[in-house]
């Protein structure tokens, strides 16, 4: 056994402890500080809010604590833990007091009660209601007490006894509680409780300085089993974008207590570096804006929900078939801490959430809302707390998505931050152009698109009037199914309601069938098979009821005896009269597809049925009807280049010669990282949540990576079998990776706190590991404010552009040669393209400057001039035809973003495969993104999986490297072809693909054909076809797999 040293082990300690930041639970010292400058100058809302504080707390200073050696909770009468939840209150509206007033008799009192509870407070009694009250007060009490750790009068062995009291009294309940919910099932006790028991953990982790513990709290909100988990706290996502809350069904007042909790679970979470407000697509925002808008008397989608309870084994369903209104427009604190986020922290939309928070300020807290436990389920105040000034321009469109329902697509996204409208785009060509389809006003964030043609492919944009475009997102609208009707024959008492009337369109006519266990559904056809996307179905009337259990099924075998799979079971009666839509996410094909009535019910109870999705016809061997030319006519590109109307001019680019070395390497490694690494929430943190540039920049004094080995990236990099590097030597933020004396303000590395070049270190490292260095550089810069009004601050632009004339020319002459500049951000005030920007950059002398200096660098073109290769960029398909034109492919390792992220969502191994082949295979490059954290380590998941990578191009890479694609064209989503000299390889990208490949020649012949270091494999040829077929290829592992061919013209 391997034993690690106590003195690593307390200097790990030491690191998890640091990593944390204090003041860090519902309030940073950022946040404090602005409080407490907004109260000084009397500004509104804050003012307003101050002024019930000091109302409160005034009230508070001859009180003695109300602490009782013993709570009681529940149970026979005898309740007392009212005091606690009074005391909670008072201390953390103390503390606030001092934060905002600077008078230490306010902390000194909210010690004295804070201090009173550890010594004397030593056991709960009473039901479960004992773990509600340890999840509310035991946050209350941790966000109160965090607030105070630095204050010298509070004596340390005191702070250490209140952690400890934290830890014995709250945790382990908190743990027990989300652990075993006193036996019930996980979705037993409502959400509430739940989250109450996950924000007093991460408060008490973040308290105490154990990570442990906090990331306990955060694995269950992000992933847990739970009613608090984030799946189910937001329990069904409606087409309109509104998210129902998982107690909406039970009542309002319940519903609102959810957002004020879930709020400080978030806040939590970000004052530490961790999104749970962005989390899927802003789910979170969702929810609140549909718990708002109902409480501010506005109607709201619902959908039954089935409440699972008691014990296991004893299960039992509750269901809630409506949105209860009882309390409904109750006042509950909290709002403008979710408002301010969205809107002012992230510049996003958030209307009914802003109209509930004006509604309730100013905030107050515990004694405002009653006396009543309920009026201290909050501590409030976020009116004064968590108010920000507003930001200066809104975000564009964001968490665009896209149902499918049949022949109409509901698009819904969140919105932007001074939208007054948006309008939605559509086009059937990735990328655009795009046609306008509707126009909406706020607060309106949703449309559906009908009337489309089944199984076409449409493209969605988003534009905000103002806000700018949402990325892209792709849909296909789904087509009806249609075969030979089969199922369970004759009808009740030989009526004639047999099963043919589940398809005849009337929702009036129900098939009857003559007994139990009836099923009915549609054979596609020989050859057929289709992926379910989607059912439709209808009752019979007055029996939906009966219809909970039946279950929707595929197959592939007529009787259903094996092989079959559950698309959907119904949980609640559907309503009657009308059909009701279910999406179905199951990637496998069918042929034969049914409806089974519930077990043991006597009858089927359908009146209409439907299955949506797509279809495929039946592939004949040999495709004589369809010459090669044919097919390939057939196929459409979506590679998309940035910069397609870049300003021209050949006389920089380089020789076909010159750019070999670059086409030849194929795989390369892009390495996002800077001062964003720190927040750990993408490279864009700064614009997006509007930080300051001077509050920004602060983070350079905390930008020490002392594990930083540029050695050790290198080692990633030829581990994942690329051959060249580019490293983002100064992003959009302005800081720079190396010694600029052009950087404004000696915003750089080696004047702050690191005192070290990186792009130095990064480019001697790589240089003596053989792999090419490239470096990226964006020319805007967001500290300049002329780059956001270049035509009315033309000074401060001016400004903005020698500094990077200046920059760029260091990095051409201070490191040797570089064998790639990746410019980025060539455009201005984050609107229209490079080439509208040229005006200011001018790019052809800007890259004069850069030929001269380097002679040989291979330029991309975001620069404004067309550059010597194109780019596409983002993790889409890539389809289509072999292009005649050097190009690149950019896209992010993890999916959340370019810079380091906490949030990880990393591509799979077959995805990266799958991407590299493609790219390769139609004649570009790949660069792959990963982001080193705030220490300068790539994360281990990201260098096991280019690990995984480089074994297979270990393998395979002479399929890859210094290769020419073709000469055979691409088969979308099946091949693609390289070549190098005489040799010919077939890229199979889903080798185990029962169905024949057929590939077109296109007037070439194949006289052999062989697994790349295997045994042959047999092939025939027919009509200018070669056809593959599975049984011939052997053993085959899940990668793509790579044939080598001769080719005779």
Known sequence: MHLVPLATLLAIASLHAASFTHPGCLSTQTDLDRMAAKVATSEQPWKASWDQLVSNTDGFMDDPPGVQEILRVGGRGGENYIRLARDAAKAYQLALRYHGSGEGKFADKAIEILNAWASEHKEFLGDTNVSLRKGIYGYQLACAAELLRDYQRWDRHAFQGFQTYMKDMYLKGNQDFLTNRHGTVPTHYWANWGLANVASMMAIGVLCDDRTIFDEGLQTFQQGDGNEALQQLVSFLHPNGLGQWQESGR???????????????????????????????????????????????????????????????????????????????????????????????????????????????????????????????????????????????????????????????????????????????????????????????????????TGLTPGTTYHYIVTAHPGGDSEEITATADQQLDGAIIGTTGSYANSGADRTTAFDGSLQNDFDPPGPDAWVGLDLGDGSEAQITGVRFCPRNQASDRMIGGKFQGSNTPDFTSGVVDLFTIHSAPKEGALTFQAVHEPTRFRWVRYIATEGERWCNIAELQFLGQQFEPKSDTVE??????????????????????????????????????????????????????????????????????????????????????????????????????????????????????????????????????????????????????????????????????????????????????????????????????????????????????????????????????????????????????????????????????????????????????????????????????????????????????????????????????????????????????????????????????????????????????????????????????????????????????????ELSDDPEVLELTVKP
């Open 251 to 449: 009542d309002q007042g319940h519903s609102l207590m959810g957002p004020q909790l879930a709020g400080v679970i978030c806040e939590i979470a970000w004052n530490q570096g961790i999104d749970l407000y962005g989390a899927e697509n802003n789910r979170i925002l969702a929810g609140v804006e549909y718990v708002s808008k109902y409480n501010l008397g506005e109607d709201v989608p619902y959908t039954t929900y089935v409440y699972v309870h008691q014990h296991p084994g004893n299960e039992k369903r509750s269901v809630q078939a409506q949105i209860s209104p009882d309390g409904r427009g109750a006042s509950r604190p909290g709002w403008d801490l979710l408002y301010h986020h969205y809107v002012n922290r992230r510049g996003l939309s958030a209307p009914w959430t802003r109209r509930y928070a004006e509604k309730q300020r100013p905030e107050g807290g515990g004694f405002n809302y009653g006396s009543g436990s309920g009026g201290f389920d909050s501590l409030g105040f976020t009116t004064l707390t968590h108010s920000r000034d507003p930001i200066a321009q809104g975000a564009p469109p964001s968490a665009l998505q896209a149902l499918v329902q049949g022949r109409q697509i509901t698009l819904s996204w969140s919105g932007s931050a001074y939208a007054k409208s948006y309008q939605g785009k559509r086009s059937t060509t990735r990328g655009g152009p795009y046609t306008p389809i509707a126009t909406l006003e706020e607060p309106t964030q949703y449309y559906v698109d």
């Open 625 to 1034: 009807t369809m010459t090669g030319a044919e097919l390939a006519s057939q196929q459409k590109s979506s590679i998309v280049f940035k910069s397609r109307d870049s300003l021209q001019d050949a006389s920089l680019k380089l020789s076909p010669a010159d750019l070999k070395p670059w086409r030849d390497a194929k795989f390369g490694m892009f390495i996002h990282w800077g001062l964003y690494a720190i927040p750990a929430r993408g490279e864009w943190v700064m614009h997006h949540e509007a930080i300051p540039a001077e509050e920004y920049a602060k983070l350079a004094e905390e930008f020490v990576p002392k594990h930083f080995d540029a050695n050790a990236w290198a080692t990633a990099a030829i581990a994942g079998g690329m051959r060249y590097a580019v490293l983002t030597t100064r992003h959009h933020d302005g800081f720079a990776l190396w010694d600029s004396d052009a950087s404004e303000g000696g915003f750089c590395s080696t004047k702050t706190a690191a005192k070290r070049d990186f792009v130095a270190e990064y480019v001697t490292a790589f240089r003596k590991a053989g792999l090419a260095v490239g470096l990226y550089y964006s020319p805007m810069d967001w500290r300049f404010p002329g780059y956001f009004n270049p035509k009315e601050l033309p000074e401060n632009a001016a400004r903005m552009k020698a500094q990077a004339y200046g920059q760029i020319r260091e990095l051409m002459s201070h490191y040797g040669k570089i064998d790639i500049l990746w410019y980025d951000g060539g455009w201005l005030a984050h609107q229209g393209t490079d080439a509208d920007a040229a005006w200011l950059w001018e790019p052809i002398p800007l890259n004069a400057m850069v030929r001269k200096l380097q002679p040989t660098i291979a330029i991309n073109p975001r620069s404004g001039w067309e550059g010597d290769f194109q780019c596409d960029e983002g993790g889409h398909t890539v389809t289509g035809p072999i292009l005649d034109e050097p190009w690149e492919k950019c896209l992010n390792l993890n999916q959340t973003s370019w810079g380091f992220n906490t949030r990880q969502n990393l591509m799979a191994k077959s995805s990266i495969l799958r991407m590299l082949i493609d790219v390769v295979g139609r004649g570009g490059n790949l660069l792959l993104n990963v982001g080193p954290d705030r220490n300068g380590v790539i994360p281990s998941t990201h260098v096991e999986r280019l690990q995984e990578v480089g074994a297979w191009l270990e393998k395979n890479g002479e399929a890859i490297y210094g290769t020419n694609a073709g000469p055979i064209q691409p088969v979308d989503d099946r091949c693609v072809s390289t070549h190098s000299g005489s040799r010919v390889f077939l890229h199979l990208l889903d080798p185990k693909n029962p169905e024949a490949l057929h590939i077109p020649l296109a007037g070439l012949s194949v006289a052999s054909c062989k697994r790349l270091h295997g045994a042959p494999v047999a092939f025939t040829q027919t009509q200018g076809m070669l056809v593959l077929k599975r049984e011939n290829l052997g």
